[in-house]
């Protein structure tokens, strides 16, 4: 069980060192690579040149357009995005090399691009770029969409590909939701036509996008809504669409409506409005970590314990791009949003461009979501355990006037006396340290343990009851992947996770 979890905790910190756009750009530039090895083959439908001239034209329209509307509007172009709604449109559309099939997917590529400024509400938009593109243009009769990223010869790397992306994005059960309503439904229906259930089964993966538009287009984050709940219900809803295959005539709901219709049921469970945040200032907590602060210019909804992605362009990017998630570390009714960072040494093109921020100065949030909350009867007893910069989503969840009324012990496990830090909001809460060296006087409600990291049996002494209480577990994939068995070798069952990947 160690060893396998020492391997997850390797493989979560390989992936995050990618963004998840960076993750999914190179997930579909290999999957076109390998789409134009099959044509060479002879193993698509498509030849090479029908690829690479749709391959160009989705890219450039979709970047091209981009560029234009932020122009237009005096906003950042997000160059990775436009290039990401491209690569969608080249597997969702009909390839062509003629004239009016180049028209299409063009037209499709400038009306995705373009939705992101006007089919909006509040400064958020609604729907996926690609799929909308994929509708206007069908609608319009002026092109089709064919997601021939579903045949056999794609199965394999697509499937692959997939699953990956669920497990960065800890979208597994959602992807679970969709793929047995999706699949169980279209089986149903075809062996109800008189199709073998094995062969309907074997059908349905190779023939229909259940995989792709699944690991590509519905987890993307923006047109989710925020908590795991809701997103399992928008999953549901396009699984049924999908599978269902309803026509209204003229208009067949084929897999980009399907889409289309949960991201407008996503858009009325989330965040309504554009966020903008106002820098405020921040303050070094210690000599690897800081505290940013903002004022919303409107007041914005979230749970503490959950997560905001920051978008913030700026001059000579590094590889991690322009968006960036962070756990909120103030309190939901304080009128303030303020995040804990890790610093690098030295630290990246993002957190470097916060820093530097002047106060005053904007910044966009994309979304707020995540699951890490505190359950919602206050008398449950609780253990949190956070590892460094992992005490931020627990400072959120303190700080609110719950905080204070709930049985709460947080094991702080820092890896030096100098990064210790939050240790005056902290001050009245039970808390057990775990840290080398000396780190100095410390507040009367603290104690401190025997070591640098704690043992089970030193977990059953400081928390005697850990059993009945849950478990809250915080900090990079390395502290998870080692707390979890101490944990659980002390006792505690219920243990729910939040993995700082890529920090």
Known sequence: MAGRLKWLSRFDTFLGRATMYRLVLILLLILAAYAFILSALGLLAFTPAELGVTFATAVITSWGGTRVMAMMLRARPHTESSVITGLLLFFVMFPSDDASGVAGIALAGLLASASKYLIVVRGRHIFNPAAFGAVAVTLLG???????????????????????????????????????????????????????????????????????LLGFMLTEPLTLPPRRWQQLLVAGVVAVVLALQISIPPVFLGPEYALLIGNAVAFGMGQRRRIRLRFEGSRQLTPTSAEVSFIP???????????????????????????????????????????????????????????NLRPGAHVDATSVAGDFLLPAD??????????????????????????AERDIILI????????????????????????????????????????????????????????????????????????????????????????????
């Open 142 to 212: 002026l092109g089709a969409a064919a997601w021939w990223a579903a045949n056999p010869a794609m199965l394999p790397l697509v499937l692959l590909a997939t699953l990956l992306i669920l497990y960065r994005t800890r979208k597994l059960p959602m992807g679970a939701v969709f793929i047995v309503l999706a699949v169980g439904i279209l089986v149903v229906r075809l062996a109800a036509g008189g199709t073998d259930p094995a062969a309907a089964l074997q059908l349905v993966f190779v023939s229909y996008p259940v995989l792709f």
């Open 297 to 355: 210019d409107k007041p914005v909804r979230f749970e503490p314990g959950q997560y905001m992605e920051l978008t913030l362009p700026h001059a000579r990017a590094d590889r991690r791009g322009f968006r960036r998630i962070f756990s909120i570390s103030s309190a939901s009714d304080d009128g303030t949003v303020r995040f804990g960072l890790r610093l690098s040494d030295p630290p990246s093109s993002f957190k470097a461009a916060l820093l």
């Open 378 to 403: 206050p008398s449950v007893p609780l253990m949190l355990f956070a590892g460094g910069i992992g005490v931020t989503p627990f400072l959120s969840q303190l700080r609110s006037p719950a905080g």
């Open 412 to 503: 702080y496990v820092v890896s030096a006396p100098d990064e210790l830090g939050y240790v005056d909001e902290l001050a009245n809460f039970r808390v057990v340290l775990f840290c080398p060296g000396e780190p100095g006087p410390l507040p009367a409600a603290w104690t401190r343990g025997g070591g640098s990291f704690p043992s089970a049996d030193e977990l059953r002494s400081l928390v005697p009851d850990l059993d009945r209480r849950r478990v809250y577990l915080s900090g990079s994939p390395s502290t998870l992947a080692r707390a979890k068995p101490v944990i659980r070798d002390a006792g505690g069952r219920s243990i729910r996770t939040d993995a700082f990947l890529g920090y």
